[in-house]
């Protein structure tokens, strides 16, 4: 397979995608290294080759940075994982800015009330953050938990999400 690979600056940093032939997010992150996107990926999902180029998705970003919240939502992602896993990242695409959901709620809408971990695993394996919104699950507490990409990125997603729903 082959790929495209984009950054842009962001308020919260630089923002790389990284897009298959068919324009298809298969991940993004907050970083202008361009390794540790790749590696948000498992081996097998790896692109083949690599160019840098011009991403349909940097639009969807730029536009939700505008202030566009619903411009993600037309964003195409690719990615593979267990049933579980490919479930969960749907899910995540459900969740309204805004309105961020628990870990114990995710995994509730997943079916499995107490797959907390794994609800928060799905989260942890999310490549195509911002496009698939992992940001918007939170702990019980209503504290932020994890983040891959950085505490101060989540928080600011969550700022900017709750200041314009």
């Not at 805004?98 to 928060?120: C, H, I, K, N, Q």
């Not at 490549?127 to 990125?153: E, I, K, N, Q």
């Amino acid at each position: 397979m082959t790929a495209l690979i984009q950054t842009l600056d962001t308020p919260d940093g630089p923002f790389t995608i990284l897009a298959d032939e068919r324009q298809r997010v298969l991940a993004s992150g907050w970083t202008a290294d361009q390794r540790a996107i790749i590696g948000r990926l498992s081996p097998s999902a790896q692109p083949t080759s690599i160019t840098e180029g011009e991403t349909d998705a940097a639009a969807a970003a730029l536009a939700f940075y505008a202030g566009d919240l619903s411009a993600l939502d037309t964003v195409a992602v690719q990615q593979t994982g267990t049933a579980m896993q490919l479930a969960g990242w749907a899910a995540l695409r459900g969740i309204e800015p805004g309105e961020p959901l628990t870990y114990t709620s995710f995994a509730a809408r997943l079916g499995a009330p107490r797959a907390v971990r794994a609800a928060a695993s799905i989260c942890a394996r999310n490549a195509p953050a911002l496009f698939v919104p992992c940001h918007r699950v939170l702990r019980s507490d209503g504290t932020m938990g994890g983040f891959a990409w950085g505490m101060d990125v989540k928080s600011s997603l969550l700022e900017r999400e709750a200041r314009r729903s």
